[in-house]
């Protein structure tokens, strides 16, 4: 394998030459129809982009603030930077005031690129704390309903536009100094620096390198098939690590980014005007597809509504045993591959044609919804639940679990293509190791628990100004440590159990992963959200958020009058519903422990909020919810 370094816009350059007529992105227009730009004028808007920051001061080593959601305008503004040897410092639009404004501090950014006005105003009150800021570049112009706030005069304040405008006017001045300036680039030149969502307190500012980045983009070739002409859609914050390599394995690969929602209709709507092969995304998104699914069927009923349940069956009991055909199933104790073989080959015939017949009764027209040339999705930022890999698996749309951390930026592993393995998140990529440790730093056998390490090209460069806590996580032999709990199959797998510091520890000394237990209260179509509680405790509890939708809808069959929400959570009646659910979901029958049960719960009626007690990527902020959520606890374990 050849292991040539580049920098990103090196890459870009290299590949607009390769593929001339490749197309780079689709992005809709003001009527809404996608509008294609080839891989010649992506470099190009980069020059264009690149010369307008020249124009405003900007150059090697500024640290810019990129505040925005996916679109067209985000990687030209982040190509702009990397041509120039800058950095950006991203985040989404969900980004509380004060954690902008630590972060902007932190980095002394002498600009920032806001998406629109909206959050340019959650920084004005803090503009004291800012005193390098002196420039804002808003991507959507301010208009009559939205205008711009009144800044110090020392601020200047341009419309992304204009930029593209002034860089358009001073491009032939300028073009020798950017192609000079990309010349110099090395790999390990700082790209960005994304500061961790804060899930447990104060966000650290994680730096990424070109090579960061690229090394997965030109090492996951023999885990997925990708190809020039391919088509990703784009429905992630761009900001999140794990949407932001996607970017660049297409630029890497000659494909193309078409950008979209996370909103079903539009997704779905997409999907149809431009026939993707990939999509990555959260499980959340899965799960959400999934769920409509069930619902449109669900509410068709009859003969429908049964055939599809029927079906599913089907096909999951069909993939199960066509696993075990394959040999793809996690092997952490050594055994018979013949015997597997053997015992599974006659159901495997049995449920052969009744597969068939589903696929072509109901699987067919699911499949034909994601645009007819889709050829697998990327499900990573979390653990995929099994509920919703069953399901996508049965129905025959190929769902590849990836796993990685922004301190990895990010991926270390994910399902090879051609022989995905369900239960695990894949061997690590080309050129990445992996090891399990225990609690002494013993590296574990297969099929034992410990703590997962990991050394490649994709390790971060470190913490922004933080010298003492990436010691803490990265040893002098360059390893690590990632904090998940995992096992090692005997083909090299790995298989996620949980968070190191999320263990939940009983008095009685059990130990218990709150991450499962939690990813099958949320299989049930009532329950929302839900955290595990118990540390130090005789017993478990849960904080339970119902789905109001599907709760109300039980309610009115019921009798019960949805209108008051905070009364129907609070019903005898839901309460009982719950608990059914609870009980049913975390029994042993499911492979639960005693201590793993539920003793207690408490319904929380106001649904998780993105910024609140969510992360950017959905994961529960467990320091906040205990501290908003303290004196409901405390009375759960009274």
């Not at 690229?214 to 784009?234: F, R």
């Not at 509410?299 to 089907?314: P, Y």
């Not at 225990?438 to 997962?452: H, K, M, N, T």
């Not at 309460?575 to 005693?594: C, M, P, Q, V, W």
């Amino acid at each position: 394998m050849n292991k040539e370094r580049y920098s990103i816009p090196q890459l870009l350059q290299k590949n607009a030459q390769r593929w001339p007529q490749a197309m780079a992105q689709y992005a809709k227009d003001t009527q809404g129809e996608f509008q294609p730009t080839s891989y010649p004028q992506l470099v190009e808007e980069m020059y264009t982009v690149a010369a307008g920051y020249l124009e405003l001061g900007l150059g090697k080593g500024s640290l810019v603030g990129l505040i925005s959601e996916n679109r067209k305008e985000w990687l030209l503004a982040d190509l702009g930077l990397l041509a120039l040897g800058a950095a950006d410092v991203p985040r989404g639009c969900d980004t509380m005031p004060q954690e902008m404004v630590f972060i902007l501090k932190t980095v002394e950014a002498p600009a920032a690129i806001f998406e629109n006005t909206a959050q340019l105003k959650k920084i004005v009150p803090h503009l004291s704390e800012l005193p390098k800021l002196k420039t804002v570049i808003l991507l959507d112009p301010p208009d009559d309903k939205d205008k711009a706030p009144e800044l110090p005069k020392e601020i200047k304040t341009y419309n992304f536009h204009e930029v593209v405008d002034l860089g358009s006017k001073t491009l032939e001045k300028h073009r020798k100094a950017i192609e000079t300036s990309i010349a110099e680039l090395t790999p390990d030149d700082l790209a960005t620096i994304i500061f961790t969502s804060g899930t447990t307190g104060e966000p650290k500012g994680v730096m990424i390198s070109h090579w960061n980045f690229l090394s997965q983009a030109l090492y996951i070739d023999n885990k997925i098939g990708i190809k020039p002409g391919d088509i990703w859609l784009c429905v992630l914050p761009v900001w999140h690590s794990f949407e932001r390599v996607m970017q660049y394995i297409s630029i890497a690969n000659g494909t193309a980014l078409a950008y979209s929602k996370p909103i079903g209709r539009i997704m779905l709507a997409d999907f149809q005007a431009v026939r993707p092969t990939w999509m990555a995304s959260v499980p959340r998104i899965w799960e959400s597809l999934r769920a409509g699914i069930y619902s449109k069927l669900q509410s068709q009923g009859g003969a429908s509504w049964a055939l599809f349940r029927f079906f599913v069956s089907v096909g999951k009991a069909y993939k199960k045993q066509e696993s075990k055909l394959k040999g793809l199933f996690p092997t952490f104790n050594k055994r018979s591959r013949v015997l597997d073989f053997l015992t599974a080959l006659i159901p495997w015939l049995l449920l052969l044609p009744l597969h068939a017949l589903g696929t072509a009764l109901v699987f067919k027209k699911i499949r034909a919804r994601l645009g007819g040339r889709f050829v697998a999705g990327i499900s990573g930022g979390g653990a995929l639940p099994p509920y919703v890999d069953d399901f996508f698996s049965a129905a025959g749309i190929l769902l590849l679990e990836g796993y990685g951390l922004t301190e990895s930026s990010p991926v270390i592993s994910v399902r090879t293509q051609w022989a995905p393995v369900a239960g695990t998140i894949g061997s690590p990529l080309r050129y990445t190791f992996a090891q399990v440790r225990s609690e002494d730093g013993r590296v574990l056998p297969p099929g034992e628990l410990g703590v997962l390490y990991v050394k490649g090209d994709q390790v971060m460069m470190g913490y922004y100004k933080r010298p003492d806590l990436t010691k803490q996580v990265i040893g002098e032999d360059g390893w690590l440590n990632t904090g998940d709990l995992a096992m090692m199959t005997h083909r090299g797998e790995i298989a996620i159990r949980g968070r190191a510091k999320d263990t939940i520890v009983l008095m009685g000394g059990e130990n218990i992963e709150p991450s499962p237990i939690e990813a099958r209260l949320k299989a049930s179509p009532y329950i929302d959200n839900a955290v595990l509680l118990g540390q130090d405790q005789k017993f478990l509890g849960a904080l339970i958020v119902p789905d109001q939708e599907a709760v109300c809808a039980y309610a009115k069959e019921n009798g019960l009058d949805c209108s008051d929400w905070e009364s129907v959570c609070e019903s005898p009646e839901i309460n009982s519903l719950l608990r059914s659910e609870i009980n049913d979901a975390i029994s042993s029958k499911n492979g639960f422990r005693t201590w793993e049960q539920i003793s207690r719960f408490a319904v929380i009626p106001k649904a998780f909020e993105v910024g609140k007690e969510l992360s950017g990527k959905q994961d529960i902020k467990r320091h906040v919810i205990t501290d908003q959520y303290k004196d409901v606890i405390d009375r759960l374990f009274k």
